[in-house]
């Protein structure tokens, strides 16, 4: 698993107030699905900026973004590259 | 056409956010004008649940929280105001909002209803 998937399962399991464990998760599975709330998602939103200082730009304030780990890595992945 | 979006939150998880994430929580979801006049966990969390009820009413995505502002009137009342992609998606639609909120104990929520002349 890579970094960046480690750290994203454990702000999941600090922030998204999941009924699952974050990290008994696929990475395909629907977070929403697992409990998350939008409100929780704005949690999750701002501890992964934090965690890698970046700032999600309003487009990507999609419920599509923070659906499943593989499309917070994803997006995170984006928001970092060229570092 | 009619929409409505009805949401609902837990006052101590916003304020919650507020003890973990401070400022930028409440700097990246309310504007400068909601967070002047919102400055209790339950009059923040009504405006959180009016947002979300904004976008399910509209069906909006990829929108910025502060692009959705509950303005108060003098008479205590409130209305959606909307701005950038939001407003663009309203416009869109031909859309008039209509919001009411209510808090209670832990809870707060918040209820729209969209006049839509174009779906």
Same mark, same amino acid.
């Given at each position: 698993?890579?970094?960046?998937?480690?750290?994203?399962?454990?702000?999941?399991?600090?922030?998204?107030?999941?009924?699952?464990?974050?990290?008994?998760?696929? #990475?395909?599975?629907?977070?929403?699905?697992?409990?998350?709330? &939008?409100?929780? &998602?704005?949690?999750?939103?701002?501890?992964?900026?934090?965690?890698?200082?970046?700032?999600?730009?309003?487009?990507?304030?999609?419920?599509?973004?923070? #659906? &499943?780990?593989?499309?917070?890595?994803?997006?995170?992945? #984006?928001?970092?590259?060229?570092? | 056409?009619?929409?409505?979006?009805?949401?609902?939150?837990?006052?101590?998880?916003?304020?919650?956010?507020?003890?973990?994430?401070?400022?930028?929580?409440?700097?990246?979801?309310?504007?400068?004008?909601? $967070?002047?006049? $919102?400055?209790?966990?339950?009059?923040?969390?009504?405006?959180?649940?009016?947002?979300? $009820?904004?976008?399910?009413?509209?069906?909006?995505?990829?929108?910025?929280?502060?692009?959705?502002?509950?303005?108060?009137?003098?008479?205590?009342? +409130?209305?959606?105001?909307?701005?950038?992609?939001?407003?663009?998606? $309203?416009?869109?639609?031909?859309?008039?909002?209509?919001?009411?909120? &209510?808090? #209670?104990?832990?809870?707060?929520?918040?209820?729209?209803?969209?006049? +839509?002349?174009?779906?």
């Amino acid at each position: 698993m890579s970094e960046n998937a480690t750290k994203i399962r454990n702000i999941l399991k600090e922030h998204g107030r999941l009924t699952k464990d974050a990290s008994a998760l696929g #990475e395909r599975d629907d977070l929403y699905q697992a409990g998350m709330t &939008s409100h929780a &998602s704005v949690n999750v939103m701002l501890a992964l900026e934090g965690e890698f200082d970046v700032e999600f730009p309003d487009h990507m304030l999609k419920r599509s973004v923070f #659906e &499943s780990i593989a499309a917070i890595t994803s997006a995170i992945d #984006e928001l970092t590259q060229g570092r | 056409m009619l929409r409505v979006g009805v949401d609902l939150v837990q006052v101590s998880r916003i304020a919650a956010s507020i003890a973990t994430f401070g400022e930028r929580f409440v700097q990246r979801v309310f504007t400068p004008a909601e $967070a002047a006049y $919102a400055t209790t966990p339950e009059r923040l969390a009504a405006r959180f649940a009016a947002k979300e $009820a904004v976008k399910k009413a509209l069906e909006l995505d990829g929108v910025a929280w502060r692009d959705i502002e509950v303005a108060r009137r003098a008479s205590g009342a +409130c209305d959606v105001v909307l701005h950038g992609a939001a407003r663009a998606a $309203a416009d869109a639609m031909g859309a008039r909002l209509a919001l009411s909120m &209510s808090h #209670e104990g832990d809870y707060a929520t918040a209820m729209v209803v969209a006049s +839509c002349e174009r779906s």
